[in-house]
């Protein structure tokens, strides 16, 4: 492929197997991915207080010590009103509070787009590709966009919506009162016919120039495009959607958007070269770039050509902004979708970050959020500098671990109702990693990158607190995820390990009671040995896959997902049963995990 023409070019070999929900790519070692709403339509004081099932669109930013998510959500489906805009907000990323809504739900009245009459329509909805915007002043402004349903020419997007509103992020997390930032005054909307009034009639002489601030920023507003689609001479460039960007050392500007777009700009947005990126593969679902706190750049999407198949969420990193290498996996995880609904694209959907301008956090990680099925919401943190290799053996306890802090070189998928944390458990000096896990549809998760090699000994100790619910499935995988040794502590309390391609007994754990797992694993002759508590169970036996080398130590509350495929179709299926009821706790700690250098025979 020729690259010398495209503004920002992929040069690396690493391409996503999209049979696979991982991709089967490395993962940047030490992802945190946490469940910031889990949606529960028989109990909305579990979720949102709504209980609308369609939650979409993400945006963060960070402001006076927090972070704060925006997300539109519906009843059902994409573009199927009522809609509205919910905030929540988090001291540190991990753990959220429940949703308010920041844009409520408003009647549409009759209006008029090129002067044809527009029908009265009973309710908006939202959609936004901008939530934040941080002021000169130090301000935090909110924003969102009211669209036309049912679809009209295109949905809320096509430029016959009403317009965009703003207000005022308080300290204290109250709001200011909601205005209109700019009509669709094409499509017939202005201060007559629409429930807010215009910015400018303000009596907030800050407000009103901080609103005046961002509506002069033409990188920002370029967000805009898709919704407004004015010809009024607004929009550098028309036609993009989606848009992203960041600065090059040299000030001029990368833009990112949708369907391997992109442009440079070198005047701030006033004007842009663009063109066509086939080196990043993807389809309709957003990219994020951003530089990164320590001055490299990192982009993520879905490198999946499959537009209602968005999987996996992966990451290309790079020095200068232009030049990107090395794919890998951010979030692998597709659990099911639990409820039926239009347009619900399996997978990690609209990935965006914090805007430049919009807040650095002090751990200096790559923070990304995105929408799961089109139904929860999630938050993933990167750790910066990315990387996708470790070079020391494992020798992990979890004691200078702040109990349900960030766990150093752990990768972490953490569903609200299945979350991975440290506790203080056996004590307050002896903490152990615990995955709980009692959502009836996913699993908790935790993986441990270890150097890669061809001859390795492993070596954790694990109990359950219980038996008769659940079950631990731990693996040693190579970088792809291809299976070398399986280890089942299974809900009737016996331990089954994959020999081959068999399941058999390797004999029984008890609840409460500490179990330590020794593997010793040789890829050169393709077998492994297995001791329990010092005693041998296993010797010479086969592996799963006969894998070159591994490097990845899994525990995870289930066994591994093959639902949904390429093949699923996103408008068939059911609601899941008992989706909302919480299932029956199955709890399993970690107290340590080694790793050194082994050879068999």
């Known amino acids: 492929m020729d690259l010398s023409s495209q503004i920002v070019r992929y040069l690396g070999t690493e391409t996503a197997n999209t049979d696979y929900h991982d991709g089967q790519l490395r993962p940047a070692v030490g992802v945190h991915s946490y469940q910031v709403l889990r949606a529960n339509r028989s109990h909305p004081?579990?979720?949102?207080?709504?209980?609308?099932?369609?939650?979409?669109?993400p945006m963060l930013a960070y402001w006076n010590g927090r972070f704060y998510l925006e997300y539109l959500s519906n009843p059902i489906g994409e573009h199927v009103p009522p809609g509205h805009t919910l905030l929540t907000t988090s001291a540190d990323g991990l753990h959220w509070g429940k949703p308010e809504v920041v844009f409520p739900v408003i009647d549409v009245p009759e209006g008029v787009y090129q002067g044809y009459p527009l029908p009265p329509y009973s309710q908006a909805v939202m959609h936004q590709r901008m939530g934040f915007y941080g002021a000169p002043d130090g301000r935090l402004l909110v924003l969102g966009f009211y669209g036309c349903a049912p679809v009209t020419l295109g949905g809320p997007n096509d430029g016959m919506g009403l317009?965009?509103?703003v207000r005022e992020v308080r300290a204290g997390d109250s709001f200011g009162p909601i205005y209109f930032l700019r009509y669709n005054r094409h499509a017939g909307w202005d201060e007559m016919n629409t429930p807010f009034p215009f910015y400018q009639t303000s009596g907030d002489a800050g407000f009103v120039a901080a609103c005046d601030a961002l509506l002069a920023d033409k990188l920002m507003t370029l967000q805009w495009w898709e919704e407004d689609r004015s010809s009024d001479g607004f929009y550098a460039v028309?036609?993009?959607k989606a848009l992203s960007y960041y600065h090059l050392p040299d000030g001029r500007v990368i833009g990112l958007w949708?369907?391997?777009?992109?442009?440079?700009s070198a005047d701030e947005g006033a004007s842009w070269t663009t063109g066509d990126v086939p080196s990043l593969v993807m389809s309709g679902a957003k990219i994020w770039g951003q530089r990164t706190s320590d001055g490299a750049y990192a982009l993520v999407y879905n490198p999946n050509p499959d537009g209602s198949h968005r999987w996996p969420l992966a990451l290309v990193s790079g020095e200068d902004g232009v030049a990107f290498d090395n794919l890998l996996c951010v979030c692998g995880e597709v659990p099911p979708r639990r409820y039926i609904g239009t347009y619900k694209d399996f997978g990690q959907n609209y990935v965006r970050g914090i805007a430049e301008g919009n807040g650095l956090p002090p751990d200096e990680g790559l923070w990304v959020a995105y929408s799961m099925n089109k139904e929860d919401i999630w938050v993933s943190r990167i750790p910066v500098p990315v990387?996708?290799?470790?070079?020391?053996?494992?020798?992990?306890?979890f004691n200078e671990v702040e109990p349900g802090g960030l766990i150093p070189n752990w990768n972490i998928y953490s569903p609200r109702w299945a979350p991975v944390s440290v506790i203080a458990f056996p004590s307050a000096d002896n903490r152990s990693l615990e995955l709980r896990d009692y959502d009836p549809y996913d699993y908790a998760k935790?993986?441990?990158?270890?150097?890669?090699?061809?001859?390795?000994?492993?070596e954790f100790k694990v109990t359950a607190r219980h038996t008769g619910v659940g079950q631990l499935q731990v693996e040693v995988v190579d970088g792809g995820g291809r299976l070398a040794v399986l280890i089942v502590l299974d809900a009737d309390g016996i331990?089954?390990?994959?020999?081959?391609?068999h399941l058999v007994s390797a004999g029984i754990y008890r609840p409460r009671a500490w179990l330590k797992v020794r593997v010793r694993i040789d890829a050169g002759i393709h077998q492994f040995d297995l001791e329990l508590d010092d005693r041998p169970l296993i010797e010479g036996g086969a592996l799963a896959m006969p894998v070159r080398t591994v490097e990845r130590l899994v525990?995870?509350?289930g066994p591994r997902r093959r639902e949904p495929t390429l093949d699923t179709n996103r408008f068939e299926g059911a609601d899941l049963p008992h989706a909302d009821e919480p299932a029956m706790p199955a709890v399993f700690c970690v107290n340590y995990v080694r790793t050194g250098a082994h050879s068999l025979g």
């Open 45 to 57: 004081d579990r979720a949102d207080g709504f209980g609308w099932t369609y939650n979409h669109a």
């Open 163 to 165: 317009g965009r509103v």
């Open 238 to 240: 028309e036609g993009g």
């Open 258 to 264: 949708k369907f391997s777009r992109a442009g440079i």
């Open 387 to 397: 990387r996708w290799a470790v070079d020391e053996p494992v020798d992990d306890t």
């Open 446 to 458: 935790a993986e441990r990158v270890f150097p890669e090699s061809a001859r390795v000994t492993i």
């Open 495 to 501: 331990i089954r390990v994959k020999e081959g391609g």
């Open 555 to 557: 525990f995870r509350t």
